[in-house]
């Protein structure tokens, strides 16, 4: 099992705003501002689309943000493109003592 | 921003050792933290570990009697060794240049199958 918790799968329409859930704990996204997202394309690498919560790495598209609340993170895409369809995975900095990074499941993203 | 490229094997016997390199390019390896993460076919990602040029290192607790991470600067590479494999240790395997919080650049991973 992972440490952090995502939805399996999301879907929407093209144009359409979908938020992704990451729930972590007190010991990870509850105590750190160090969430980062990744989405990793059919085929592709995985590629850093918001880190330290909701910034994003010059060059992704302002259609992606980020935000924390508690021990949740959530990964919102705005205005929805098919190629937007990837799958997306959370991760969380849980401190230097244990597990420095812990990960999500992934969430798969259908663009209808 | 760097470029990451894996190298090593496609096959392993199991009992044997997984080892990988991951060449850095368009930066300095003494300039970053760098780690290994996998995903076993199917399933998410899993952190493996991360090793700094001076030495510093964390590995996952899970795999931490396996693994061994080196670097070598002369070549801007650091590796990955993985002892004694079993077929749950079948995954593509990623380099990935670690800031200490999140992982900034991605080599396009390599499939390690482990298989007699």
């Known amino acids: 099992q992972f440490a952090l918790t995502q939805p399996a799968s999301v879907s929407g329409s093209p144009g359409q705003s979908i938020t992704i859930s990451c729930t972590g704990t007190a010991s990870d996204i509850g105590s750190y501002n160090f969430v980062s997202w990744y989405q990793r394309l059919p085929g592709k690498a995985p590629k850093l689309i918001i880190y330290?919560?909701?910034k994003r790495p010059s060059g992704v598209s302002d259609r992606f943000s980020g935000s924390k609340s508690g021990d949740t993170a959530s990964l919102t895409i705005s205005g929805l493109q098919t190629e937007d369809e990837a799958d997306y995975y959370c991760?969380?900095?849980?401190?230097?003592?244990?597990?420095?990074?812990?990960f999500g499941g992934g969430t798969k993203l259908t663009v209808l | 921003q760097v470029q990451l490229q894996e190298a090593g094997p496609g096959l392993v016997k199991p009992s044997e050792t997984l080892s990988l390199s991951c060449t850095v390019s368009?930066?300095?390896?003494?300039?970053?933290?760098w780690s290994w993460i996998r995903q076993p076919p199917g399933k998410g990602l899993e952190w493996i570990g991360y090793i700094h040029y001076s030495g510093s290192i964390n590995y996952n607790p899970s795999l931490k009697s396996r693994v061994t991470m080196s670097v070598d600067r002369s070549k801007n590479q650091f590796s990955l060794n993985l002892r004694s494999v079993t077929a749950a240790d079948t995954a593509v395997y990623y380099c990935?240049?670690?800031?200490?919080?999140?992982?900034?650049?991605w080599g396009q991973g390599t499939l390690v199958t482990v298989s007699s």
């Open positions: 368009g930066g300095s390896i003494s300039n970053s933290y």
């Open positions: 990935a240049a670690f800031s200490g919080y999140d992982f900034r650049s």
């Open positions: 991760c969380s900095f849980a401190g230097r003592s244990t597990f420095d990074v812990v």
């Open positions: 330290e919560v909701n």
